[in-house]
């Protein structure tokens, strides 16, 4: 017994050893991937993994897209901001949705209901203050008559609000560019191209409050 133990503690053994151990964690390693790669291909195979979702509007075109996997789904027209209170341009993320917000600016509260500018639905945005929402002036979507959100009819909107989530970007483009130009064709031709103001009902305050949402 004092020999085996003696050979298995030479200088020779240990080299043995290690490889092993290392063959070992390769091989754990390897079935952790390919069980993850399973899991991957089943979950694609039943429709449960998560697309990559972008909302895209573009701010000349007054239309906003819905793209998933890079596949245009859905186009609606918009509203957008107004030469003296434009839309932001950049790329955002929606922060928070909230299903019949209640509008907030100084000295105004609108409940959920016909008179709220905000109409039934709002996406608000990782920009202060801006969102994606309905409204209670349908005749304007098409136009720029907002104060920097962009605006839906409310049926576009309730749509819009069940297709995404906390965390899909939305990108806001103030010019044109050839994938614009690739999701939404030629300009409209039907698209008024004047510059209309919203009618002022008041400014709008820093952000979202916790139960409803400003609107510009």
Known sequence: MQAIDQQ??????????AALGAALLVAAAEALAQEKQINRTELIAEGREQPVRRIIVSIPDRR???VEDDRVMKIYPVAVGAMLSPSPAGEFKIAHRIPWPTYYAPGIVIPPGKANPLGTRWLGLTE??????GTNQPRLIGRRASHGCIRMRNRDIEELFELVQVGDVVELHAERS???AQIFGALHASTPIRSERAPVVAAAPDGPMASGASGR
């Not at 298995?8 to 050893?17: D, F, G, H, L, N």
């Open 8 to 17: 298995r503690s030479t200088p020779e053994a240990k080299p043995k050893w």
């Open 64 to 66: 906003l897209a819905l």
């Open 128 to 133: 202060k203050g801006y969102g994606i929402h």
């Open 178 to 180: 050839a994938e614009l």
